[in-house]
Structure formats: C-alpha cells, structure tokens
T-cell receptor, first 112, second 116 residues
Framework: EPEVTQTPSHQVTQMGQEVILRCVPI?????FYWYRQILGQKVEFLVS????????KSEIFDDQFSVERPDGSNFTLKIRSTKLEDSAMYFC??????????FGPGTRLTVL | AQSVTQLDSQVPVFEEAPVELRCNYS??????LFWYVQYPNQGLQLLLK??????LVESINGFEAEFNKSQTSFHLRKPSVHISDTAEYFC??????????????FGQGTTLQVKP
C-alpha cells in the first residue's frame, strides 16, 4: 500500500540554524500539507500546497517558514532560523482529492 | 472557521468494556468529519470518516461513530475494547465542498488507556 514517507525521523539543531524537513507524498496525490504537534498539544495546520503554490497557511506559518516541491516527488518544509518553540513533531500529509489525508510518520524536531 | 472540542483528555477503561470518546464541532458550513488514531511514537492513521450518506460509519477494527448534525457531534464508540486500542484519538473536521483547501482542524485529542 502506498504511504507518505518523511526524513529524517529525528532532527536536532541549534537555535538560529536552518532546517529542512523532507517528505515524499503518495505519488498520484495532488494536495500536500504540513502540520505540527508540540509535545502534549493538539495537531495544528501549518500550510497547504497545490499546483506548485501555497493554497492556505496558518498564522504559525510566518516568514521563517517556506515550502517547496523541488521535483516530482519531494515536498519540503524549511525553517530559516529555528527557535526553541519550533521544537515539535512535524507531519506531512497528502491527498488525492477532497477526501482523506494520509499522514507520514513525522519528523521530531528538537531545537537546543 | 471551524473548531473541534474533545471533551475528555483521558479515558481509562478496563479491557472488554465499552467506551465512548466524545467530539463536538463548530462550523458555519458543511464539514467532513474524521477520527484519527496515533499509537505511541507513530504517525496519524485514519480510523474512520463521515463524508455523506449514512450517519453511522464503522472501522474495520470495531469502532463506530455517528454524525449528529443537530448536536454537532461525532462521538466514537466501541462495544468492547482491547489492550491494543490504547492510543491517542483525534477528532478532525474539514470544510466540505468547492473552494476547500482540505486543511484539517483537530481537537485536543483523547488518550484511551485500556487496562487489563
């Protein structure tokens, strides 16, 4: 069964450093998403991406964040200058149509 | 805008007992409703969903949920739980219809703790 994959599974970085989280969505899916889950809190929407552009973003998704689909398979989330409060689990998801989102296993980001 | 409230942060229950995890939502437009499950150290897996049609939806592992439009609820139930059902359960909504970007709004999550 096709699945969404994410790398790395765990990323540790120093405050102020740039990080890139990578996702490979399911191949025939057209819509892509990033969510985050701070430890002990609910899952929060960050951004949606369709047709090579952002279709919606949340208040969390400020100028420090960017997304890109550099080729036909990868979907990346970049945080330019990480803060302590960016420590969270980041989930990628993809969807074929207006139906079920399939989530990746997540990347745990730890900012020191 | 939509919002989701899961009224119970933790639900302890003994094995083979019935369980109900409550979910209420708020929306000015029609929505699709989902329950996702998160096992320890894993990602989110779809448990079941309501898009349209029959208001009672079922999963392959014995869970069911009923969409109640008048009460804006989508409670999750299972008549007899197993130890392996121990996990975090998230209720989520997304706006239905055209113009929807598909973003999911999640509730706070309910930890189901099944005890032997």
């Amino acid at each position: 069964e096709p699945e969404v994959t994410q790398t790395p599974s765990h990323q540790v970085t120093q405050m102020g450093q740039e990080v890139i989280l990578r996702c490979v969505p399911i191949s025939n899916h057209l819509y892509f998403y990033w969510y985050r889950q701070i430890l002990g809190q609910k899952v929060e929407f960050l951004v949606s991406f369709y047709n090579n552009e952002i279709s919606e973003k949340s208040e969390i998704f400020d100028d420090q964040f960017s997304v890109e689909r550099p080729d036909g398979s990868n979907f990346t989330l970049k945080i330019r200058s990480t803060k302590l409060e960016d420590s969270a689990m980041y989930f990628c998801a993809s969807i074929e149509g207006a139906d079920t989102q399939y989530f990746g296993p997540g990347t745990r980001l730890t900012v020191l | 805008a939509q919002s989701v409230t899961q009224l119970d942060s933790q639900v302890p229950v003994f094995e083979e007992a019935p369980v109900e995890l409550r979910c209420n939502y708020s929306s000015s437009v029609s929505v699709y409703l989902f329950w996702y499950v998160q096992y320890p150290n894993q990602g989110l897996q779809l448990l079941l969903k309501y898009l349209s049609g029959s208001t009672l939806v079922e999963s392959i592992n014995g869970f069911e949920a009923e969409f109640n439009k008048s009460q804006t609820s989508f409670h999750l139930r299972k008549p007899s739980v197993h130890i392996s059902d121990t996990a975090e359960y998230f209720c989520a909504v997304t706006q239905s219809g055209s113009g929807n970007t598909g973003k999911l709004i999640f509730g706070q999550g309910t930890t189901l703790q099944v005890k032997p």
